[in-house]
């Protein structure tokens, strides 16, 4: 497997962050010449499935977070956005945590067993908080579980995938490959799975007559407790490398820069330096040193645009969730896509195109000299994820105007439970015939636009007639909101309308449904009970037209209505079918034909109509930008530091990261764009901007090879570059 196929992201699990891990791999290198074969360490498998059980904790956990917040905790979207990433963020900086703990002070073995247990002490904090009993919803107790699990995740991320690597000897070349082939394939394998099955945990299953939040993160930390217990099984029989106490190479870079500037500072007057960093001298630090530490200044520069990157990349899990909230993941009548769920498409993708890329895209690209070298992939990739976020604002404008449309300000419905089919004229034309209670399977219909543009200017006047039945008159006036006239039949076979019901609905629910049952005049509301396959639901009368919706999951429901007056005379309909984003009204009356108890089930709200299917394009826009970015960036950063500085430059890579994420927090809490059309717009000019800054700072990098061909010294040059 090429290094480009070893990726989920692939700073989710580097090798290189610890310096005396480091030096055991250019032992590695440099010794496997002698060609002796040793026995394989069977033992790393048990840190190959310590980093599935991991992975899988981490966005299992992850993939349902933003949802928990907004549809649990109930944070408005910009909250729940912010506190997301701020998580998000902190998973980044602490990595250089851990690095330094493992480096200079306990190892990678010990610095992984106590931020392991720390980490899976956050996620059964996160798990006990979000039972109802205990006390949930609460705020507290999930950021505190969050904060431990963000130093858990993050402090082992750099140690586990090099303490695996340290257990093959130096002749083992081939077989610490493999290694990391199949260790970077048990980080995809674990993080789809749990994509696809914590939703499912999450939605289908109901605990406390709520979504499932107990066991979609209780299943998250129990394989983090099974990460843990695998690792310690292998404690007998670890290599473990020596601790090289108070070292720390990330802590050396950051003196030299210090003593670089504050000697500058102190004594640019009367000591001239090429290099601001050459004053570090001054402090005893040694040339070599010094130039490596130049090295990683020169690649800094170059990474300062792209933070930015991930600041749009990591919205896939809030924002981009959040839109998916919005669109229907319907399959048939029984099968829907969780809008978390729909995460899962970006590893999928992942997987399937980087061989691709690999053996045919890049391969045909570079007959033609392009896309040769890493910056230039960065620069498309950074494009391609700009793009995206327009495609994000193109869906995003389409759904509104869908919404706009379903649900204009003023509609009139018009709802028959006679034993009769009803014709309502105007003017000896017919506008509407609306066919007769049909048990278990009543229509509302709806009078046509042109007569709605009417009863705007002025009151209208109908006239009804229902076949063998009486026939009568209506006004309708005042149509400042949208109304539902409701025909039936009197104890003496009479047919009139109700009086108009109103209502009015000022914003749609995201990620969910909402439904009220109410009771036509005929009825006692407090005689019933509904209940959606076994949720139980209180009917209010029809007299009360601002009865509260009740908030349930979209699903296909059993819908079940007891009589306490008359057991005798319930209600059972196998088939009440609940669309995301959808407000219902269910009325419940007794049919004339065969005096039974029945329904008919009107849409106050619509969801906008359009699938979730259509996400895909900019989720593939997306996932073809972090190809060529992430994959890209990872290699440019090791292939361009200085054998003692890779920990560094892959520090500097977390960064960028995290500074993406904080950059998402602090646009969020400023609330500043309603208009989510105009965030992504934002977004994707944001990051279009940093693109030519990225490119203006690496349009005259020059590649470290190509100074090696230009000097044998180990002295980096930094004059003259070379155009990527």
Same mark, same amino acid.
């Given at each position: 497997?090429?290094?480009?196929?070893?990726?989920?992201?692939?700073?989710?699990?580097?090798?290189?962050?610890?310096?005396?891990?480091?030096?055991?791999?250019?032992?590695?290198?440099?010794?496997?010449?002698?060609?002796?074969?040793?026995?394989?360490?069977?033992?790393?498998?048990?840190?190959?499935?310590?980093?599935?059980?991991?992975?899988?904790?981490?966005?299992?956990?992850?993939?349902?977070?933003?949802?928990?917040?907004?549809?649990?905790?109930?944070?408005? $979207?910009?909250?729940?956005?912010?506190?997301?990433?701020?998580?998000?963020?902190?998973?980044?900086?602490?990595?250089?945590?851990?690095?330094?703990?493992?480096?200079?002070?306990?190892?990678?073995?010990? =610095?992984?067993?106590?931020?392991?247990?720390?980490?899976?002490?956050?996620?059964?904090?996160?798990?006990?908080?979000?039972?109802?009993?205990?006390?949930?919803?609460?705020?507290?107790?999930?950021?505190?579980?969050?904060?431990?699990?963000?130093?858990?995740?993050?402090?082992?991320?750099?140690?586990?995938?090099?303490?695996?690597?340290?257990?093959?000897?130096? =002749?083992?070349?081939?077989?610490?490959? !493999?290694?990391?082939?199949?260790?970077?394939?048990?980080?995809?394998?674990?993080? =789809?799975?749990?994509?696809?099955?914590?939703?499912?945990?999450?939605?289908?299953?109901?605990?406390?007559?709520?979504?499932?939040?107990?066991?979609?993160?209780?299943?998250?930390?129990?394989?983090?407790?099974?990460?843990?217990?695998?690792? #310690?099984?292998?404690?007998?029989?670890?290599?473990?490398?020596?601790?090289?106490?108070?070292? +720390?190479?990330?802590?050396?870079?950051?003196?030299?820069?210090?003593?670089?500037?504050?000697?500058?500072?102190?004594?640019?007057?009367?000591?001239?330096?090429?290099?601001?960093?050459?004053?570090?001298?001054?402090?005893?630090?040694?040339?070599?040193?010094?130039?490596?530490?130049?090295?990683?200044?020169?690649?800094?520069?170059?990474?300062?645009?792209?933070?930015?990157?991930?600041?749009?990349?990591?919205?896939?899990?809030?924002?981009?969730?959040?839109?998916?909230?919005?669109?229907?993941?319907?399959?048939?009548?029984?099968? =829907?896509?969780?809008?978390?769920?729909?995460?899962?498409?970006?590893?999928?993708?992942?997987?399937?195109?980087?061989?691709?890329?690999?053996?045919?895209?890049?391969?045909?690209?570079?007959?033609?000299?392009?896309?040769?070298?890493? #910056?230039?992939?960065?620069?498309?990739?950074?494009?391609?994820?700009?793009?995206?976020?327009?495609?994000?604002?193109?869906?995003?404008?389409?759904?509104?105007?869908?919404?706009?449309?379903?649900?204009?300000?003023?509609?009139?419905?018009?709802?028959?439970?006679?034993?009769?089919?009803?014709?309502?004229?105007?003017?000896?034309?017919?506008?509407?015939?609306?066919?007769?209670?049909?048990?278990? !399977?009543?229509?509302?219909? /709806?009078?046509?636009?042109?007569?709605?543009?009417?009863?705007?200017?002025?009151?209208?006047?109908?006239?009804?007639?229902?076949?063998?039945?009486?026939?009568?008159?209506?006004?309708?006036?005042?149509?400042?909101?949208?109304?539902?006239?409701?025909?039936? $039949?009197?104890?003496?076979?009479?047919?009139?309308?109700? /009086?108009?019901?109103?209502?009015?609905?000022?914003?749609?629910?995201?990620?969910?449904?909402?439904?009220?049952?109410?009771? #036509?005049?005929?009825?006692?509301?407090?005689?019933?009970?509904?209940?959606?396959?076994?949720?139980?639901?209180?009917?209010?009368?029809?007299?009360? $037209?601002?009865?509260?919706?009740?908030?349930?999951?979209?699903? +296909?429901?059993?819908?079940?209505?007891?009589?306490?007056?008359?057991?005798?005379?319930?209600?059972?309909?196998?088939?009440?079918?609940?669309?995301?984003?959808?407000?219902?009204?269910?009325?419940?009356?007794?049919?004339?034909?065969? /005096?039974?108890?029945?329904?008919?089930?009107?849409?106050?709200?619509?969801?906008?109509?359009?699938?979730?299917?259509?996400?895909?394009?900019?989720?593939?826009?997306?996932?073809?930008?972090?190809?060529?970015?992430?994959?890209?960036?990872?290699?440019?950063?090791?292939?361009?530091?200085?054998?003692?500085?890779?920990?560094?430059?892959?520090?500097?890579?977390?960064?960028?990261?995290?500074?993406?994420?904080?950059?998402?927090?602090?646009?969020?809490?400023?609330?500043?764009?309603?208009?989510?059309?105009?965030?992504?717009?934002?977004?994707?000019?944001?990051?279009?901007?940093?693109?030519?800054?990225?490119?203006?700072?690496?349009? +005259?990098?020059?590649?470290?090879?190509?100074?090696? /061909?230009? $000097?044998?010294?180990?002295?980096?040059?930094?004059?003259?570059?070379?155009?990527?």
């Amino acid at each position: 497997m090429s290094s480009q196929q070893e990726h989920k992201k692939m700073d989710d699990a580097d090798p290189g962050l610890n310096s005396s891990d480091l030096d055991v791999m250019e032992s590695n290198q440099t010794e496997a010449k002698k060609g002796k074969k040793e026995k394989y360490p069977y033992v790393v498998f048990l840190i190959i499935v310590n980093e599935f059980c991991e992975r899988f904790s981490f966005y299992g956990m992850r993939t349902i977070l933003f949802i928990y917040f907004t549809q649990f905790i109930k944070m408005n $979207e910009d909250t729940a956005t912010a506190v997301y990433h701020a998580y998000s963020s902190l998973c980044y900086f602490t990595p250089i945590l851990g690095a330094i703990i493992a480096d200079g002070f306990i190892g990678l073995y010990s =610095t992984i067993v106590s931020l392991s247990i720390v980490y899976f002490i956050g996620e059964t904090i996160v798990t006990l908080t979000s039972i109802t009993p205990l006390g949930a919803p609460n705020v507290y107790g999930p950021v505190i579980g969050l904060i431990l699990i963000a130093i858990g995740t993050g402090g082992i991320k750099p140690c586990v995938s090099a303490f695996g690597g340290n257990q093959f000897k130096p =002749t083992q070349t081939r077989y610490l490959e !493999n290694f990391f082939s199949v260790f970077y394939l048990s980080i995809n394998i674990g993080s =789809t799975i749990a994509t696809i099955l914590t939703p499912i945990f999450r939605s289908d299953v109901k605990c406390f007559g709520d979504d499932c939040y107990p066991l979609a993160f209780g299943v998250p930390a129990l394989f983090m407790l099974i990460a843990i217990a695998l690792f #310690l099984l292998g404690t007998p029989f670890y290599v473990r490398s020596k601790v090289r106490k108070g070292k +720390n190479v990330i802590l050396e870079t950051l003196q030299v820069i210090f003593c670089g500037i504050k000697n500058k500072f102190e004594m640019r007057k009367y000591i001239k330096k090429e290099h601001w960093l050459d004053y570090a001298e001054e402090s005893n630090f040694s040339k070599q040193i010094i130039s490596d530490v130049k090295a990683v200044v020169r690649v800094f520069i170059v990474f300062v645009p792209l933070p930015i990157f991930w600041t749009l990349y990591d919205q896939q899990g809030s924002r981009w969730t959040e839109q998916a909230q919005q669109l229907s993941g319907r399959i048939g009548r029984s099968f =829907t896509i969780k809008p978390d769920q729909f995460q899962a498409v970006n590893p999928i993708l992942i997987v399937a195109l980087v061989p691709v890329f690999d053996a045919f895209i890049y391969p045909f690209l570079a007959k033609f000299n392009l896309l040769k070298k890493q #910056l230039q992939r960065i620069f498309v990739g950074l494009l391609f994820a700009s793009a995206s976020f327009g495609i994000a604002a193109v869906l995003e404008k389409q759904m509104q105007s869908a919404s706009a449309s379903l649900n204009p300000v003023n509609q009139i419905r018009i709802i028959n439970t006679a034993s009769c089919d009803l014709e309502l004229i105007q003017n000896g034309e017919n506008l509407l015939k609306a066919s007769k209670a049909n048990y278990l !399977n009543n229509q509302v219909y /709806k009078l046509p636009d042109a007569f709605v543009d009417l009863v705007k200017k002025s009151d209208q006047n109908l006239q009804f007639k229902c076949d063998g039945k009486n026939s009568g008159s209506l006004t309708i006036s005042n149509l400042t909101e949208s109304k539902v006239f409701i025909f039936y $039949e009197d104890s003496n076979g009479k047919v009139d309308s109700l /009086k108009e019901f109103s209502f009015r609905i000022k914003k749609g629910i995201i990620g969910k449904s909402e439904i009220r049952f109410l009771t #036509l005049p005929s009825l006692d509301n407090k005689n019933f009970e509904a209940k959606l396959s076994g949720k139980n639901f209180s009917v209010e009368s029809f007299e009360n $037209e601002q009865a509260k919706y009740n908030e349930n999951s979209y699903a +296909n429901y059993l819908f079940e209505v007891t009589n306490r007056a008359d057991s005798e005379n319930g209600l059972k309909s196998d088939d009440l079918l609940l669309e995301i984003c959808t407000k219902y009204t269910v009325f419940l009356f007794q049919n004339p034909i065969n /005096k039974k108890l029945d329904f008919v089930q009107m849409t106050d709200f619509y969801q906008n109509g359009i699938g979730i299917w259509w996400q895909l394009i900019q989720i593939l826009v997306m996932t073809i930008g972090e190809i060529m970015f992430s994959i890209s960036g990872v290699s440019f950063a090791y292939s361009q530091a200085p054998a003692s500085m890779k920990s560094v430059l892959q520090a500097i890579w977390f960064l960028t990261v995290a500074f993406g994420n904080l950059i998402v927090v602090i646009i969020a809490e400023a609330r500043a764009i309603d208009d989510q059309v105009y965030e992504y717009v934002f977004f994707a000019g944001l990051l279009f901007v940093a693109t030519l800054v990225f490119f203006s700072l690496s349009y +005259n990098y020059k590649y470290v090879e190509d100074q090696d /061909k230009l $000097e044998k010294n180990k002295v980096v040059p930094y004059e003259e570059d070379e155009k990527i």
